[in-house]
């Protein structure tokens, strides 16, 4: 899941080199908190958070052979 996000993050921002993910394991639940540059921040959200919710979509799709919940945070 970690890598998914990375690469569709890294192609949305103009700095991928500031794009970071931190995972965090509590049961069947994986937390991915996701970092990018204060600038960039409006383009991995998008207008009325539709390019957060887009990215939300696929990893809980992907994430559904896994038999885990993925909640994706952008911080």
Do not use: C
Request: aromatic residues 0%.
């Amino acid at each position: 899941m970690k890598e998914l996000v990375e690469v569709i993050a890294r192609a949305l921002v103009d700095d991928p080199d500031q794009v970071s993910i931190t995972v965090t394991e509590r049961g069947r639940t994986i937390l991915l908190e996701l970092h990018v540059a204060p600038a960039d921040m409006g383009k991995v959200i998008g207008k009325q958070g539709r390019i957060a919710q887009a990215i939300r979509s696929v990893v809980k799709a992907a994430s559904s052979r896994e038999d885990k919940k993925v909640i994706v945070e952008i911080v």
